[in-house]
């Protein structure tokens, strides 16, 4: 299995990303996808998930700002950030999840700085 993150970098404040995750030897389809993120000295925090059927769930901070996308027949999950603050600077990684099987993939990470 793996999950490959990219389209992190270094975006000034107000900017925007798009981050895309590939995914590979899973059934996509059947999965949650999300995006977590981890900002120095802090733990993981979730950023949004995608059900295989499309409905989405955001923490609150990037409700409006940010918008996950999946494509099922590209096995790829998007991030598409925008307004981007210093507080978004964190390594961005990929999950995909099976909740029958309780399987839980992680990507690499893909780093994203906010510059003031």
């Known amino acids: 299995v793996q999950l490959q993150a990219f389209g992190g970098g270094l975006v000034q404040a107000g900017g925007s990303l798009r981050l895309s995750c590939a995914a590979s030897g899973i059934i996509f389809r059947l999965y949650r996808m999300g995006w977590y993120r981890q900002a120095p000295g802090k733990e993981r925090e979730l950023v949004a998930t995608?059900?295989?059927?499309?409905?989405?769930t955001y923490t609150d901070s990037m409700k409006g700002r940010f918008t996950i996308s999946r494509n099922n027949a590209e096995n790829t999950v998007n991030l598409q950030m925008t307004s981007l603050e210093p507080e978004d600077t964190a390594v961005y990684y990929c999950?995909?999840?099976?909740?029958?099987?309780?399987?839980?993939?992680w990507g690499q990470g893909t780093l994203v700085t906010v510059s003031s």
């Open positions: 999950n995909a999840y099976y909740s029958w099987g309780d399987i839980d993939y």
């Open positions: 995608i059900e295989h059927g499309g409905s989405t």
